[in-house]
């Protein structure tokens, strides 16, 4: 197996954990050393350190602007899903063998994310994160038990699962774990784990409401949402994408 099947094949265990339906291998081709593109991609990303075994993929319609991505370190992955959307988005690896999956038809308004010690960073489809998102696994410097001397700040992955709405300056610390169509109020911080169908909120987030869903479109009913027009243009993304899965 090549390093590219390698690439791929940790792509294809994080969609798996994330319950997201990507494209096949083929579906990629090599614009440049590295760098797996499929068609439609829509803006350039600015990439250094691209040697040394790095990887970057985009999906079918993905679309970036003002974002950059810098890998220190070899045989690190980058997979920004199809239809997905980075602005302003600054996405850095610190060591090796890190992965930072954004998955298909996720947005974000702008973020920093920082991936270190052979940790993830796992975002699931139809993920919605507003301006001033921080995702970082891990503290950059040591803590240690005074009796012991053993460090108790680990590094350790993020987990987004899908349809999880962030608001704006939000959070998430190293360890976190957040289910799916959860919502997390504005200038909140994230460890450990937030409940899914759920809002949090606060410093740190703590649960406010459970039994709740979301979407893109504001209407007076969720029967009635869909109907907006920011989601009809979502939907028709999800048909276009739903069709290219399944092409043979």
Known sequence: MDETEKSYGRVCSAAGALGCAIERIDQFTAENENTMVSQ??????????LEDGNTVWRGFGSAASKSRISFSGRNNTVFLGAFSKLRKTDIRFIGDN???????????????????????????????????????????????C?????????????????????????????????????????WSFVTGEAAGNSIHAGTPAKLLRSGVVWSRGAADHLEQADDTEIMQSFLKKRRRYARRLNAA
């Open 98 to 144: 890190c992965l930072f999956f954004f998955g298909p038809l996720s947005t974000v308004a702008s973020m920093v994310s920082i991936v270190r010690g052979g940790k993830s960073v796992l975002v699931g489809s139809e993920c919605m994160f507003s301006s001033g998102i921080s995702m970082d696994t891990s503290d950059h410097h040591g803590i240690y």
């Open 146 to 186: 005074s009796e012991t001397g053993g460090r108790i700040n680990l590094d350790a992955d993020i987990t987004i699962s899908s349809r999880v709405w962030l608001g704006r300056d939000v959070t998430v610390s190293k360890g976190a774990h957040v289910g799916s169509d959860a919502v997390i109020g504005a």
């Open 40 to 49: 439609e991609v829509r803006g350039r990303l600015r990439c250094s350190g």
